[in-house]
C-alpha cells in the first residue's frame, strides 16, 4: 500500500513566521505535489515536482517555496506566513508518466493567526 | 479559470437510491479522468477513472460515465449507503503530463 505522510496534522503559527511542511512517501514515485484545499474552491495546486532537485510552479505558487533533496520527501515553505494562507495543505505523489493516479497524505491543517 | 466544474456544491440522497454527480470540463486535451473521495480530516482517495477511449467504466456500486462531445462525466453510485457522504472530486488530466485539474468538490450526504 502507498504511504504519503505529512509531518503535522495540525499547525498553528503567528503571521510572519516561516513554515515548513514535510512530506514523505514510501513508493518510490517520481512525481509529488503540494495542493491547498479551500471551501468551494476544490484542490488548488501550489507546487510539483517530477525529479530530484526539479520543481514546477502549480496555478498559486506566491507566497510559497518548495524543496526536493531526496526523492521520497517533498517541502513547502511559506517564508513568511500570512492569515490569507490558512487552509488545508495536501500531499500527493503519483508515478512517473502514464496514466496512474495521485496518492494523497491525511493533510496539515495551518492556522495562521 | 477553472478547466474542471462541479457546479453542485452540494447533494441529498435517500439510502438505497442513486447519486449521480456530476463534472464538466472545458480542455477537449484532457484524457484522463478520475473521482476522489474525501472524509473530513483525511486525505482523498482515489475510487475510479476512466480513459477517454471508453464511454464507462464500473467498479461494484460506483459507475463513471465519460461523454466526451459533451465534456461531461458522472458518477453513479448505485445503492447508495451512508457511509459514501463525502465530498466528492472529479479531476482530468492531459495526456503524458503529470499535473492533475481539480473540481471543486461535490459534498455529498446519504441520509439512513
Known amino acids: 500500500d502507498v504511504k504519503v505522510t505529512q509531518s503535522s496534522r495540525y499547525l498553528v503559527k503567528r503571521t510572519g513566521e516561516k513554515v515548513f511542511l514535510e512530506c514523505v512517501q514510501d513508493?518510490?514515485?517520481?512525481?509529488m505535489f503540494w495542493y491547498r484545499q479551500d471551501p468551494g474552491l476544490g484542490l488548488r495546486l501550489i507546487y510539483f515536482?517530477?525529479?530530484?532537485?526539479?520543481?514546477e510552479k502549480g496555478d498559486i505558487p506566491e507566497g510559497y517555496s518548495v524543496s526536493r533533496e531526496k526523492k521520497e520527501r517533498f517541502s513547502l515553505i511559506l517564508e513568511s506566513a500570512s492569515t490569507n494562507q490558512t487552509s488545508m495543505y495536501l500531499c500527493?505523489?503519483?508515478?512517473?508518466?502514464?496514466?496512474?493516479?495521485?496518492?494523497f497524505g491525511p493533510g496539515t491543517r495551518l492556522t495562521v493567526t | 479559470d477553472q478547466q474542471v466544474k462541479q457546479n453542485s456544491p452540494s447533494l441529498s440522497v435517500q439510502e438505497g437510491r442513486i447519486s449521480i454527480l456530476n463534472c464538466d470540463y472545458t480542455?477537449?486535451?484532457?484524457?484522463?479522468f478520475l473521482w476522489y473521495k474525501k472524509y473530513p480530516a483525511e486525505g482523498p482517495t482515489f475510487l475510479i477513472s476512466?480513459?477517454?477511449?471508453?464511454d464507462k467504466n464500473e467498479d461494484g456500486r460506483f459507475t463513471v460515465f465519460l461523454n466526451k462531445s459533451a465534456k461531461h462525466l458522472s458518477l453513479h453510485i448505485v445503492p447508495s449507503q451512508p457511509g459514501d457522504s463525502a465530498v466528492y472530486f472529479c479531476?482530468?488530466?492531459?495526456?503524458?503530463?503529470?499535473?492533475?485539474?481539480f473540481g471543486s468538490g461535490t459534498k455529498l450526504n446519504v441520509k439512513p
Open positions: 476512466i480513459s477517454s477511449i471508453k
Open positions: 515536482s517530477y525529479d530530484v532537485k526539479m520543481k
Open positions: 500527493a505523489s503519483s508515478e512517473g508518466q502514464g496514466m496512474g493516479e495521485q496518492y
Open positions: 513508493m518510490d514515485h517520481e512525481n
Open positions: 479531476a482530468a488530466r492531459k495526456y503524458n503530463f503529470n499535473k492533475f485539474y
Open positions: 480542455n477537449s486535451m484532457f484524457d484522463y
